[in-house]
C-alpha cells in the first residue's frame, strides 16, 4: 500500500523558509519520480514541483514559475524521502502541501496524495 506522509509545515512570517518533507513508504521510491502539489484556501489543486527518479538520467527538476528560484526540491533515495526547500516565502504560498508519486501529467500524478501539510505566511 503506497503511503505519504508530509511534515515540516507551520506559520513563518513573510520572507522566511520552511522544509517540508515527505516519507514515502509502500513502492520503490527510487524508481519512481515525485512532485509537490499544493492547495489555496478556496482554490484547485496547483502543481509546484516535480522531480525525476534520477537513476537513469541524473537530476532533473521543474517548478512553478511563480516559485523558480524560491522553491528547491531534492529527495534522498536512501531515506524514502522527497524534500521542498521554501524559502523567501510570501503570503501567496499559504496552502496545504501535497506530496504525490509521478511527474507532473504523469499517469501516475496525483494517483496517491498524503494528508498534506499545512504552510501559513503571516506577519
Known amino acids: 500500500e503506497v503511503q505519504l506522509v508530509e511534515s515540516g509545515g507551520g506559520l513563518v512570517q513573510p520572507g522566511g523558509s520552511l522544509k517540508l518533507s515527505c516519507a514515502a513508504s509502500?513502492?520503490?521510491?527510487?524508481?519512481?519520480?515525485m512532485s509537490w502539489v499544493r492547495q489555496a484556501p478556496g482554490k484547485g489543486l496547483e502543481w509546484v514541483s516535480s522531480i525525476n527518479s534520477i537513476e537513469e538520467h541524473g537530476i532533473i527538476t521543474e517548478y512553478e514559475d511563480p516559485v523558480k528560484g524560491r522553491f528547491t526540491i531534492s529527495r534522498d533515495n536512501d531515506r524514502n524521502t522527497l524534500y521542498l526547500q521554501m524559502n523567501s516565502l510570501k503570503n501567496e504560498d499559504t496552502a496545504m502541501y501535497y506530496c504525490?508519486?509521478?511527474?507532473?501529467?504523469?499517469?501516475?500524478?496525483?494517483?496517491?496524495r498524503g494528508q498534506g501539510t499545512q504552510v501559513t505566511v503571516s506577519s
Open positions: 504525490t508519486q509521478g511527474w507532473r501529467g504523469s499517469s501516475l500524478f496525483g494517483r496517491y
Open positions: 509502500g513502492f520503490i521510491f527510487s524508481d519512481v519520480a
